[in-house]
């Protein structure tokens, strides 16, 4: 597990349960930068969604810090009835306002390394249709759409893989 990783003026580290409320306002914020009509009331208490993420024993939430701040934000875990070399990214946000620093590509890494400790060699996740940003990010670090999961007409998602290179 992986329970701080220092960049220079930067950690990565697992989150804590009394974080949640910094981690669902930045999850707010970045979320807010990829809906045209404005984020939707969805009636989730998204600190207490953070906070049980957190909690999870199956599953890992990674956060970046910067000068005793937030800045960066993984949830990841084993999807539910999927292949056990499978992990699913469920969250992956950077604070808007620090955009274009790396934050993104230090968090990525991190996950990846995770991800080998853990024997995972396929990661998926869903994007917001609307996220043209994140799907460039994540076409960056070498995901692919899932032709096992295609996009329905309807659906506001498309489903990415990647493949966990193995260690070097």
């Not at 207490?48 to 910067?66: I, K, M, T, Y």
């Not at 999807?79 to 968090?107: C, S």
């Not at 990525?108 to 043209?132: F, I, K, P, Y």
């Amino acid at each position: 597990m992986i329970n701080d990783r220092v960049r220079g003026a930067r950690v990565i580290r697992t989150a804590l349960p009394a974080e949640a409320e910094q981690i669902a306002a930045l999850h707010r914020r970045a979320r807010s930068t990829y809906y045209p009509d404005g984020l939707p009331d969805d009636g989730i208490d998204w600190a207490a969604a953070w906070r049980g993420a957190v909690e999870r024993p199956d599953g890992q939430v990674l956060c970046v810090v910067e000068e005793g701040a937030i800045t960066g934000i993984a949830s990841f875990r084993p999807p539910e009835d999927g292949p056990a070399d499978t992990v699913k990214l469920y969250q992956f946000h950077v604070d808007p306002d620090r955009w274009r620093r790396g934050i993104g590509t230090a968090l990525h890494a991190a996950c990846v390394e995770q991800w080998r400790a853990e024997g995972r060699s396929r990661a998926v996740l869903d994007v917001h249709v609307d996220n043209r940003r994140a799907q460039a990010f994540y076409a960056r670090q070498g995901w692919l759409p899932d032709p096992a999961n295609p996009p329905a007409d309807d659906d506001h998602h498309l489903f990415l893989h990647f493949a966990v290179p193995p260690r070097e």
